[in-house]
């Protein structure tokens, strides 16, 4: 089993991170269809930073007045935390 440095990140860089934040939130708050429904465009990134410590992405979004902090393993390309702010 190759140790954790051998293994190719799933997140390398900061548009997937924010790629995935977004699909998150889309589908999570139900943004991505309906007719009362804002579209994608409407979902703004405020800020993102990498910890390199501990391998994870924290991406912080807005939409309609509300803001969440989306954090993600880059390892395994998942969403493990949403704090809505």
Avoid: F, N
């Amino acid at each position: 089993m190759p140790g954790i440095g051998l293994i190719k990140r799933r997140l390398e860089t900061e548009a997937q991170a924010v790629a995935l934040a977004t699909s998150h939130v889309l589908k999570e708050y139900g943004l991505e269809g309906g007719k009362s429904s804002p579209a994608a465009g409407s979902v703004s990134t405020l800020e993102t930073k990498y910890d390199t410590d501990s391998g994870d992405w924290y991406v912080a979004l807005g939409w309609d007045g509300k803001r969440a902090v989306i954090r993600m393993d880059s390892i395994l390309g998942t969403v493990t935390d949403v704090r809505e702010v």
